[in-house]
């Protein structure tokens, strides 16, 4: 199963995909926590990345690719894996097509703009392994702490309001057009993000053919 979650900032592809990797026993392929892992390590990546990200503006291109087509081509991808936040531009998933890679399904998580930007006011996430959380949707069990790897949770940079609105800005103009993209190849599922969590999965599982 290769499948692509795609969505607005705050749609909760991260949470999604974090349950959905866990039941299908493939890995998560999330850009964001690969770059944001870059920059905490300050690599030339990281480095570069780092600007553009602080904006909510997109990384280039070119740095996207090479790290995804590094990525994919590792073992634990053999069978499947789940994109998170990649592709984000026509050009990423014309690239994604050019190293022959055969998307099965897109997830288009749908949420209006003025939830999300109420909604990225509460998200935590885990400094270390990069799991979301949200104060009130999706609390940790111990406040400030990662279920997963017991790191502290911190706010992101660019959930600033003024962030979060220019990223969505971003999403509507460079990344929207991909659900017609991969409409036109017959692989578009829509699912509505603005309900409970375990609702958006069990729509999810239900679009992928493997709901009960
Ligand atoms: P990235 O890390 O990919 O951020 P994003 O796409 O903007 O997505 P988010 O992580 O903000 O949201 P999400 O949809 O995963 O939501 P989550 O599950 O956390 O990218 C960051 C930056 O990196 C980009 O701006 C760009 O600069 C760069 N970048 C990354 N990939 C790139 C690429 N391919 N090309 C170029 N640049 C790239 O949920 C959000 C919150 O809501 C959480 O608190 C969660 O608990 C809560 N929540 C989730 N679902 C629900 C629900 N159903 N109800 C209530 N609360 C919910």
């Given at each position: 199963m290769k499948l692509i979650l795609l969505g607005?900032?705050?749609?909760?592809k991260g949470t999604q995909a974090e349950t959905i990797s866990k039941e299908l026993g493939i890995p998560t392929i999330s850009t964001g926590n690969m770059l944001r892992e870059a920059i905490q390590n300050q690599t030339p990546i990281g480095l570069e990345a780092k600007r553009f990200m602080d904006n909510g503006q997109l990384v280039p291109d070119d740095v996207i690719i090479g790290i995804v087509e590094e990525r994919v081509?590792?073992?634990?991808?053999r069978n499947g894996y789940i994109l998170d936040g990649?592709?984000?531009?026509i050009a990423q998933a014309e690239a994604l097509e050019r190293f022959g890679v055969t998307i099965d399904n897109v997830v288009s998580i749908e949420i209006e703009d003025a939830v999300i930007e109420k909604r990225m006011s509460g998200r935590r996430v885990c400094g270390r392994c990069g799991a979301s959380y949200h104060i009130t949707a999706n609390p940790p069990?111990?406040?400030?702490?990662?279920?997963?790897?017991?790191s502290e949770l911190v706010i992101r940079k660019d959930d600033r309001p003024e962030t979060v609105r220019e990223r969505l800005e971003v999403y509507h103009r460079l990344t929207e057009p991909l659900k017609g993209f991969y409409e036109a190849r017959g692989k578009l599922r829509i699912v509505?993000?603005?309900?409970p969590i375990e609702t958006v999965h069990r729509e999810i599982l239900t679009a992928l053919g493997k709901g009960v």
């Amino acid at each position: 199963m290769k499948l692509i979650l795609l969505g607005a900032p705050g749609a909760g592809k991260g949470t999604q995909a974090e349950t959905i990797s866990k039941e299908l026993g493939i890995p998560t392929i999330s850009t964001g926590n690969m770059l944001r892992e870059a920059i905490q390590n300050q690599t030339p990546i990281g480095l570069e990345a780092k600007r553009f990200m602080d904006n909510g503006q997109l990384v280039p291109d070119d740095v996207i690719i090479g790290i995804v087509e590094e990525r994919v081509a590792r073992d634990d991808c053999r069978n499947g894996y789940i994109l998170d936040g990649v592709p984000r531009t026509i050009a990423q998933a014309e690239a994604l097509e050019r190293f022959g890679v055969t998307i099965d399904n897109v997830v288009s998580i749908e949420i209006e703009d003025a939830v999300i930007e109420k909604r990225m006011s509460g998200r935590r996430v885990c400094g270390r392994c990069g799991a979301s959380y949200h104060i009130t949707a999706n609390p940790p069990k111990t406040d400030g702490v990662c279920d997963s790897c017991g790191s502290e949770l911190v706010i992101r940079k660019d959930d600033r309001p003024e962030t979060v609105r220019e990223r969505l800005e971003v999403y509507h103009r460079l990344t929207e057009p991909l659900k017609g993209f991969y409409e036109a190849r017959g692989k578009l599922r829509i699912v509505n993000g603005n309900q409970p969590i375990e609702t958006v999965h069990r729509e999810i599982l239900t679009a992928l053919g493997k709901g009960v």
